[in-house]
């Protein structure tokens, strides 16, 4: 059997954290069964799509390394085929025109509303033998849904899901203005892709019953269902576009790395076993729709930072570099070309400590610009012991013919003695004066990443 996913995100704002996992289980299942991966934007909505965002879509999944096949399917380029599809329907004794007014509609509402139900359309036009068509009343297009009997989907992930055919209202398919909606356009697009699984988070579960239906009664091969549950925020509520962490955006502006995303949406609500770091092939190999659970997965932003941490330890320096430039050409100033090489040589400590590519950046400062500034309570610690100390560094190293740990170490230990201190008396002022703060990098690092004449430089400063 072939496999085709889709994810088919609507260009009407960043793309949410939800649709990225949504769109990572989509690809994983198609590659890992020799299938294809097909991107469609569903642009419909005239009003609030925007080509900006659909840019960012694209260039966001190329990013996390979600790479579809072919060109990316665009919606609105097929209203033809979903209006001839309606009207297909419409001839097959599948749909009717019904010509209720908005101030009927609107007080169907209000009714429902003062019983405390929700609104089910009253299927007034379904049988409209006896009604007279109003003048001036331009028809919508429903779809005639099933009223005896039931329906089951045999979902992929939450098992068979079993509902009442009557539960289904007879739902719009052709608006006034002779637009498709929702419904009908995702069905028949699904169709024309040849898509065999449609997996999508389990709040679409009322929609597949309903495209279920359109399947049917065209005649068409009905595509595998997956329902995967939402994610939830930190405090347990379904995750929203106000939250900060729920679009990708948010996540590569505080530095995380690609890899480490994609590894953690990969775990939010799948598992294999107990193995937690999953390389890109490991996460083709090994995803199945078996381990994805049915509860609802929290998003947990310290877990992100551990396994960000995680790979910014382990991956080679030159690939951490690469991300790494990459995040400061998109998220802060220009960086100095000559710089580079150091930074680079630099990457095996500036990393330590380091949960994100914004803490490297912080780290690296020092490096980044010439000029250093020292913060006001930093230079509270500057006492006349602290001169003396750096005075007498400075001499010391300015002695030095070859540069090496081995050889700082000595002038740092005689220090110690000389001023009856610790590591640290000696250490931190060493390391105010040529980073600007007492908290950074190992002071032999930092001494041994400057050129010489830039540290003498610095130390005299003070």
Known sequence: MSFNCRFAPSPTGPLHIGGVRTALFNWLLAKKNKGKYFLRIEDTDKERSKDEFKKQIITSLAWLGIE?????????????????????????????????????????????????????????????????????????????????????????????????????????????????????????????????????????????????????????????FAHIPLIHSEHGKKLSKRDNASTLEDYIKIGVISDALRNYLLRLGWSYKDKEIFTKQESIDLFDLSGVGKSPSKLDINRIYSINETYIKSIDEKDLFEFFKEYVSKYKKTMDQSKENILLKSMSFLKNK???????????????????????????????????????????????????????????KSLIDKHKTNFKGVGQPIRIALVGSRFGPGIYDVILSLDKSEVIKRLKQI
């Open 68 to 224: 579809h096949d072919g060109n990316e399917y665009i919606q609105s380029k097929n209203i033809s085929k979903h209006v001839a599809v309606a009207e297909e329907l419409l001839k097959k004794g599948f749909a009717y025109k019904c010509y209720c007014s908005e101030e009927e509609i609107t007080e169907q509402k209000e009714k429902c509303k003062k019983q405390g139900i929700p609104y089910f359309y009253n299927r007034k036009w379904r049988d409209a033998k006896d009604l007279k068509i109003p003048e001036g009343v331009k028809p919508v297009l429903r779809f005639k849904s099933k009223i005896s009997g039931n329906t089951i989907i045999k979902d992929l992930v939450q098992g068979d899901r079993n509902i009442s055919n009557s539960t289904i209202e007879d739902f719009v398919i052709l608006r006034k203005d002779n637009s498709p909606t929702y419904q009908l356009s995702a069905t028949v697009d699904d169709h024309e892709m040849k898509i065999t699984h449609v997996i999508r988070g389990d709040d679409h579960m009322i929609n597949s019953f309903k495209q279920r239906q359109i399947y049917e009664a065209m005649g068409w091969e009905v595509p595998n």
């Open 354 to 412: 380091a949960k994100t590519l914004e803490d490297i950046w912080n780290n690296a400062q020092y490096i980044i610009n010439d000029k250093i500034e020292i913060g006001t309570d930093d230079k509270k610690l500057i006492d006349d012991l602290s001169k003396k100390v750096i005075k007498d560094f400075t001499n010391e190293y300015e002695k030095l013919s070859t540069l090496s740990r081995e050889a700082l170490e000595p002038i740092i």
